[in-house]
């Protein structure tokens, strides 16, 4: 098994930060229009941080393993750092991801990317 794929199959058997917040600050649902596929982000914000994080969804291993991993990148990381996050970032953190299943990969940052233009 590739090191993409063990990172994929760890987060998808225990998602991290999977839920749903009170009350959040920032709440956002992207989807993948190739496929429908959704994930939705909630971030709570106090002093310009990400104070707790949870991510809920419905999709392929990959989008859904993808949500799980960058929860855990972005908790406690100020939203200024965020703001400039790369698609690498996440790509290598995944182990790097075969260009057929980008846009999976991407689905929660863009999710990500989309709840930050308004915060
Ligand atoms: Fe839909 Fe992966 S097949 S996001």
Same mark, same amino acid.
């Given at each position: 098994?590739?090191?993409?794929?063990?990172? *994929?199959?760890?987060?998808?058997?225990?998602?991290?930060?999977?839920?749903?917040?009170?009350?959040?600050?920032?709440?956002v649902?992207?989807?993948?229009?190739?496929?429908?596929?959704?994930?939705?982000?909630?971030?709570?914000?106090?002093?310009?941080?990400?104070?707790?994080?949870?991510?809920?969804?419905?999709?392929?291993? *990959?989008?859904?393993?993808?949500?799980?991993?960058?929860?855990?990148?972005?908790?406690?990381?100020?939203?200024?750092?965020?703001?400039g996050?790369?698609?690498?970032?996440?790509?290598?953190?995944?182990?790097?991801? *075969?260009?057929t299943?980008?846009?999976?990969?991407?689905?929660?940052?863009?999710?990500?990317?989309?709840?930050?233009?308004?915060?």
């Amino acid at each position: 098994m590739s090191p993409y794929e063990e990172v *994929i199959l760890e987060h998808w058997r225990n998602p991290r930060n999977k839920g749903r917040l009170d009350a959040p600050d920032v709440d956002v649902v992207e989807a993948n229009p190739l496929c429908g596929d959704v994930v939705r982000l909630q971030l709570r914000v106090r002093d310009g941080v990400v104070e707790d994080v949870r991510f809920d969804g419905r999709g392929c291993a *990959i989008s859904q393993a993808a949500a799980s991993l960058l929860t855990d990148m972005i908790k406690g990381k100020p939203l200024a750092e965020l703001k400039g996050m790369k698609d690498e970032h996440l790509l290598d953190a995944l182990g790097g991801v *075969i260009r057929t299943r980008l846009n999976c990969a991407l689905l929660p940052l863009r999710a990500l990317r989309k709840g930050l233009s308004s915060a």
